[in-house]
């Protein structure tokens, strides 16, 4: 028997459970892998800088009319700041948290107040009901506990406030034909091959649909607001977004 608890075909002992080049290859971490700044904001880090840049800025005027404002808002997956500076005038105080440090951008984006948490590794560090708003925008299939991740939100909204939740659609049409030919949806990858550096699907741990997100928002006792349709021909794909949208956005009020 080997280190492994399995027996060699021939019924010889196997002497150790892998190779020693098995043993000591370095096992990447979520940490490891969003730590990597430079890599994780490749598409957008050369407009980082520049005024006015804002990711999911047509995400973010949309939600504006629904969210609770006033007192405080937390960002959860925040990355650079960007959104967190950007929604920050419309309350009294803002926080954003990230698994990785960004620093020099945080300290550009200092209308808010940042810090380093990983939410698969401990409660996030606030008080219950200490928040008018939360913000969680492509970061549930990302984490390893997502009824975890989605229970701390609920914790955290005080009574009528909101949260901004946005996931990859993995039930649009194309994922269901990639399914049907036998590849993986690439919901989060936009290279066609997995790579080691870029991780399988993006690092993408689990898939949504909009039914899906829909019962985990109920599940944890909030209740979905409304919904918003990204990106182009929007009447199009409002006749049937479960299949024609890439993007489900929602507005969760507690």
């Not at 909009?210 to 019962?215: D, G, K, P, V, Y």
């Amino acid at each position: 028997m080997d280190a492994s608890g399995w027996r060699a075909r021939d019924g010889r002992e196997r002497l150790g459970s892998c190779s020693l080049e098995a043993r000591h290859r370095p096992i990447m971490k979520p940490s490891d892998y969003y730590s990597d700044v430079v890599s994780r904001t490749s598409d957008w880090s050369d407009r980082a800088d520049k005024e006015g840049f804002v990711p999911f800025r047509e995400v973010l005027l949309w939600a504006s009319a629904h969210l609770k404002t006033g007192g405080r808002l937390l960002d959860i997956g925040c990355q650079g700041g960007h959104q967190t500076a950007y929604l920050a005038r419309q309350f009294d105080e803002a926080y954003g948290l990230d698994i990785a440090d960004y620093g020099e951008m945080w300290r550009h984006n200092n209308q808010a107040r940042f810090l380093v948490h990983d939410v698969d590794a401990a409660p996030i560090p606030f008080a219950s009901k200490s928040f008018s708003t939360v913000v969680c925008l492509n970061v549930l299939e990302h984490v390893f506990d997502v009824f975890g991740l989605m229970k701390e939100i609920a914790r955290l909204l005080e009574d009528g406030g909101t949260a901004l939740i946005m996931v990859p659609n993995a039930g649009q049409i194309k994922h269901v034909l990639s399914l049907a030919c036998g590849w993986v949806p690439r919901t989060g990858s936009k290279s066609s091959v997995f790579s080691e550096s870029t991780g399988w699907d993006g690092q993408h741990l689990h898939y949504f649909t909009r039914r899906e997100i829909s019962w985990l928002i109920r599940h944890v006792e909030l209740e979905v607001k409304c919904t918003y349709i990204t990106g182009r021909l929007r009447f199009l794909k409002s006749t049937c977004p479960s299949l024609l949208n890439g993007d489900i956005v929602l507005v969760a009020t507690k």
